[in-house]
């Protein structure tokens, strides 16, 4: 059974790096139907994509956040990380890490439990 | 950039009502179109794919329907785990995507 354990500090200042990992089990992040996505949800609003990534570091990130947003995959630890920087408060909110079908038509059918990460001083 | 809507924003229902939440595209989306189901504190739900199929594992008494511009997800007997908010995702911009803004469904 497939499951993304997401991990990293709730908490980040004004300024500096968010930081999470997605940890999958169940599955190899090197197969080859997938791409591993990053989404988030801000207080009281909706979904918002942040990007995909392919085993193989092939990236895609949403024009809004590509100047500040970072992913990559460890093989080795099955787990995809994400990065951004710097942050903002309206960087606030729950992040996502899911799977996506790698083909037509693109949906996200596993995801993580998510990460409330609020930027704060 | 396409954009997303849905309507209502929120509705208010009873547990057995049959309840229908619109979706629609700013240009021709063909069948791109998948939908999920959000609840505060659980991994968002994959519900129906490609417009008009069943995620594996997802109750029969969702369906949705649609394509191009328009397109509909139904509960055809609204359960009191079904209370949430549900999205759609358009996917015909790939590899970029966007979601539509929600729509929550309370009970009444």
């Known amino acids: 059974h497939l499951q993304l354990q997401q991990s990293g500090p709730g908490v980040v200042k004004p300024s500096e790096t968010l930081s999470l990992t997605c940890t999958v089990s169940?599955?190899?992040?090197?197969?080859?139907?997938?791409?591993w996505g990053w989404i988030r949800q801000p207080p009281g609003e909706g979904l918002e994509w942040i990007g995909s990534?392919?085993?193989?570091?092939?990236?895609d990130y949403n024009p809004s956040l590509r100047s500040r947003a970072s992913m990559s995959v460890d093989t080795s630890k099955n787990q995809l990380s994400l990065k951004l920087r710097p942050v903002t408060a309206s960087d606030t909110a729950v992040y996502y890490c899911?799977?996506?079908?790698?083909?037509?038509?693109?949906?996200?059918?596993?995801w993580g439990q998510g990460n409330l990460v609020t930027v704060s001083s | 950039d396409i954009q997303m809507t849905q309507s209502p924003s929120s509705l208010s229902a009873s547990v057995g009502d049959r309840v229908s939440i619109t979706c629609r595209a700013s240009q021709d989306i063909s069948t791109y179109l998948n939908w999920y189901q959000v609840k505060p504190g659980q991994a968002p739900r994959l519900l129906i794919y490609a417009a008009s199929s069943l995620q594996s594992g997802v109750p029969s008494r969702f369906s949705g329907g649609g394509s191009g511009t328009d397109f509909t997800l139904s509960i055809s007997s609204l359960q009191p785990e079904d209370f949430a908010t549900y999205y759609c995702q358009q996917s015909y911009t790939s590899p970029l995507f966007t979601f539509g803004p929600g729509t929550r469904v309370d009970i009444k």
């Open positions: 169940g599955d190899s992040i090197t197969s080859s139907s997938f791409y």
């Open positions: 990534i392919y085993y193989s570091g092939t990236t």
């Open positions: 899911a799977r996506q079908f790698g083909a037509w038509p693109h949906y996200f059918d596993y």
